[in-house]
């Protein structure tokens, strides 16, 4: 038994840490910390960054322009990040598509996509969700019918995260309808630009336009943007999850967020002492904190199976529940701890530029809007209770 | 990075798991918990031959292990087959012995090891709740160098088989203050120490004693006399980590117990198992257990490395296992229903147990206390 990281990976977690301190912009890194909003040009910047130094596609093997990293040099590298104050990594290029490019596309799929997503030439989203297709992905219904050299794509996506932004979404659409749902599923790579498709904004209820709805009316999709087989789709969906799912834990935003729920505890008074001595919210901080530090472990233990081969199985679901409710349960601490002052909000002042005085503490005014909008890390991904409806199936329940 | 346990541990492992398959069937252990001592001394003299009781101690000091990850792997496979023997109890007495004692004194903790003996601590007393320092039990020498002890102390593990007691007195300061306290070797016959035992509600067993003026000579003070505090502590934090593995072990028994009874037992004619409403909460109590598994990890490598942290660390565990414990005591019997409410079916057995090793050593409200007062970012000297 040993939890430390061996000379190697402190090296490396070193060098992650001085290029982060040299190269990352600090007034970004002080917008993402004061949880400002990030624009695209900030996320392409950021991309931009990594890409240079060969660190955007953590996942991907050398011979693509990925980085090769094993899970614990991942996770060290998410760990850093976080704790640098950068930006998510936009994941549905980098994350997503290109693993499952490099897995199932053709030699012209991945010479001609993969280059694009690192030097930031498509944005890619996801189309996967429909109105009737959430939790019960495979009941999908966007069709995509063959018209000789195309497919002939109508239907509506939703939930598209970013695709305000994105020249190009990939797509689940339903190929055939005998058998089992699962079995008449095809993936599809489109461009967003092509007659008959339109994206109406989703505003969500923390007032922010983050997700979509991408409507589709006869879009035609040449042929060799169908990825693998036609109603193989769904095995690659799958493949899909399973890297969205790494990472899932989410301990580095946890880690940085209690960080600051404590400075913000320490920041606010209570009877004329700093709250964190509150006895009772004290306890609060330290009941989660100690969830923390256990799931924490619980990561590490799956990164080290990982990092031995094993494939991510019922542990990603185990972390996507557990972070996922972690993360919520600081978000809601934080909100607590500013009292009456969650209650203002200006959303201009979640702009870069903004330089009218906060009402109230400085830090206070995007707190109550991240716990509503992270309501949603329990909901998306596939939902904590279809997590545990995997867990049970694996065990033969 | 590496999570997983060395040649020896592992043997540690399967000599345990073996023996008690073997040798620990539930009706055997109701039996031997129903009469005094409240445990098989004969199956206490094998786990002593198969060097189970010397995996509690370093080399140094005659035993095979010690460390804080021998003590979760024994205990962890205690706790699965909930064994009622003396091990706890054994720990908390025997690791200040091999902390404090003179080589006359530790002579003792050979005959511990061999199985010959028994040893517990005695220092909890009726207003001290699980407060470490809160000791009103007085201990005052006489010009000759004669110590006289007046007091009691309470719910002793195993107090009324042990054969000798640790006894904690206070030699000067305030009833709560850490400094002042002493440490006693003292044979469970000597005069003027009465002992009341009892079955525990957990099929456990324990004592009040009561001093009432208990002569003692010079060499039956362990250690620096009023210096006794972090012996104390260091000892009862091995207790600590003792109590989570076991926990951790009989959390994984009551769950297996119920997963079975899951896919068997049938109602509208299916198996219950396939009800959604009952498999998400069976699988909230896998997911809590690995979170146990891993705060477990996280206390014993910071108490075999003595880390700063090591204090959060260990409270964090008993905390979460106090916590995680009720609630997969509760929720197998539960998913169970009427059954589990039996005496005759194991699985009620498994509850009591995890419920009440919240009471032993400080429970969910104390460590969550202990973690919030000593905060994660001031480590403990």
Redesign the interface.
Known sequence: MDLSYNPEERAFRDEVRTFLQDHLDSRLRERVRSGQRLTKADYETWHALLNSRGWLAVTWPPEYGGTGWNAVQRHIFEEECCAAGAPRIVPFGVSMLGPVLIRFGSPAQREFYLPRILDGTDWWCQGYSEPGAGSDLASLRTRAVRDGDHYVVSGQKTWTTLGQHANRIFCLVRTATAGKPQEGISFLLIDMRSPGIEVRPIVLLDGEHEVNEVFFDNVRVPVENLVGEENAGWTYAKYLLTHERTGIAGVGFSTSALAELKRIARAQRKNGRPLADDPYFAARIARVEIDLEAMKTTNLRMIAAAAQGSAPGVESSMLKIKGTVIRQEINDLARRALGPYALPFVSEALDAGHNETAIGPDFANPLASQYFNNRKLSIYGGSNEIQKNIIAKTLGL | ?????TEQRRLLEETLQRFLRDNYPMSLRHEHAAARPGFSRELWSRFAELGLVGALFREEHGGFGGAG?DLTVLFEGLGRALVVEPFLATLLGGSLLAELGTPEQRSLLAQIIEGERLVSLAHGEPQGRYELADVATTAERDATGVWKLHGSKAVVPNGDSADWLIVSARIHGEQTDPQGIGLYLVEASTEGLERRGYATVDGGHAAEITLDGVVLDESAALGAPGESFAALEKAVDQGTLALCAEALGAMQTATDIT?EY??TRKQFGVAI??F?AL??R???L??EI??????L??A??SV?HHAPDRRW?LS?AK??VGRVGRLVAEETVQLHGGIAMTWEYDLGHFAKRLVMIDHWLGDTDHH??Q???LG??QPAV
């Open positions: 990075m590496d999570f997983t346990h990850f997963l899951l896919k198992g396939g959604q498999q998400h069976y699988v909230e896998l997911i690995e979170q146990v598994r891993s705060q990890i996280n014993a490598s075999e660390q964090a905390h979460l969550l206390e973690c919030a007062v994660r970012d």
